[in-house]
């Protein structure tokens, strides 16, 4: 009798995909949310957006320049600067030393879809970069981390919810960067289900059904779990991926046939603070990338957060751009003010370039900025 038991919940675990997505679901919240690898592992994802993605924040540290196309010396110097998600600004300014020489400021500011660059440094240079993307994205303002006791809070939640989901499984395998199979489970949230999601997510029931894709290994455990946005963006997706959901990919369709690719990966290896590995990659509509690398540690103190991006490395398919690394923390700023008028700058008479002129000659247009700068500022060309 015990042994027809045993054969009767395996072949469920096997074969039913309700089943085997509530067996998912266990294992992710009794094992997953455990473990080093897992992306936010020992993070208060609650208190990250609602009290820094989406909040105004303050930030300050140092930077460091080792290498930039073109110009043969290093930078280095402090920042400091604010961020608003509500008025979809952002303030940059720079104090920087070339050698052991002081040379001003080099600031950066954003608004809506547009980027700014002040170069006081250069001979006052200033640019503006209309991206056609929003710049300021939020995050959901969670209700409760999602945690062990979310979890256990919402049995019976989860138990009705899979039970009244679609889910179709196809003959899509997935591998993992370890070599492991998966195979892929679509489901369908109907119009009007899974209301405690939205609650914890603190997002309004969507008036739509929603789609969402979980891959599952042998052992019905989550190797990829992708949410389909096309009902925002066309191709949109964001998946979460890995053995112990260790990675998250975010992929967004662009105006022209571009596109952008971001992926943030945790190592767990490092006992002693958050670890992770940064990717950013551009493709324009020419087939060219541009890619944005770095290497991220990130701590939670009473103040804020403490932060140090190293390995920073930019490139135009092959060819580096620029080198370098930032330290820094940021903190949340209450009755911010606005952030312009906070830096004092104006940015009403700067031109805006058209963004397809310097991806599709990058080389070109460093290289006139460099000429440019070495014509307004002597302390330059010493070294020549």
Request: hydrophobic content about 40%.
């Amino acid at each position: 009798m015990v042994l027809a038991l045993t054969i009767v919940i395996k072949a469920e675990l096997m074969l039913n995909p309700s089943m085997r997505i509530l067996a998912s679901v266990v294992h992710f919240s009794e094992t997953t949310l455990k473990s080093p690898d897992y992306l936010a592992y020992n993070i208060d994802l609650k208190d990250l957006f609602i009290n820094y993605t989406n909040a105004d924040i303050d930030y300050s540290g140092n930077a460091y320049i080792k290498k930039l196309q073109g110009f043969p010396y290093s930078i280095s110097g402090s920042i400091e600067g604010q961020r608003s998600a509500s008025q979809k600004k952002f303030s940059c300014k720079s104090n920087l030393d070339v050698l052991v020489l002081n040379v001003g400021e080099m600031d950066f500011y954003a608004q809506d879809k547009t980027v700014y660059l002040f170069a006081p440094l250069l001979g006052d240079i200033s640019y503006g970069f209309n991206t056609d993307s929003d710049l300021f994205p939020t995050a959901p303002n969670l209700n409760n981390d999602i945690n062990h006791e979310w979890f256990h809070n919402n049995k019976r939640n989860i138990f009705d919810f899979v039970r009244k989901i679609d889910i179709q499984k196809t003959d899509v395998i997935y591998v993992d960067e370890d070599g492991t199979e998966s195979e892929e489970f679509q489901i369908t949230i109907p119009q009007g289900e899974g209301d405690f999601i939205w609650e914890l997510l603190g997002m309004k029931a969507p008036d739509h059904d929603i789609k969402c894709s979980i891959f599952l290994d042998k052992f019905n455990h989550t190797r990829k779990l992708t949410f389909d946005l096309s009902y925002k963006t066309k191709g949109a997706y964001i998946s979460i991926l890995g053995k112990n959901c260790n990675k998250i990919e975010i992929f967004a369709p662009l105006p022209d046939n571009e596109r952008v690719v971001a992926t943030i990966t945790r190592n767990g290896q490092n006992n002693y603070t958050n670890s992770f590995t940064n990717n950013i990659t551009y493709i324009t509509n020419s087939g060219g990338n541009y890619m944005l690398d770095c290497n991220v540690l990130m701590n939670f103190v009473d103040e804020g957060i403490k932060f140090e991006a190293n390995d920073i490395s930019v490139t135009q398919d092959s060819n580096v751009l620029a080198q370098g690394y930032i330290k820094g923390k940021v903190a949340t700023k209450e009755n911010m003010g606005d952030v312009f008028e906070n830096a004092g700058v104006d940015l009403s008479g700067v031109t805006i370039i058209d963004w397809d002129k310097i991806k599709n000659d990058t080389a070109s247009f460093i290289d006139d900025v460099i000429s440019q700068a070495r014509e307004n500022v002597d302390i330059l060309n010493l070294f020549d």
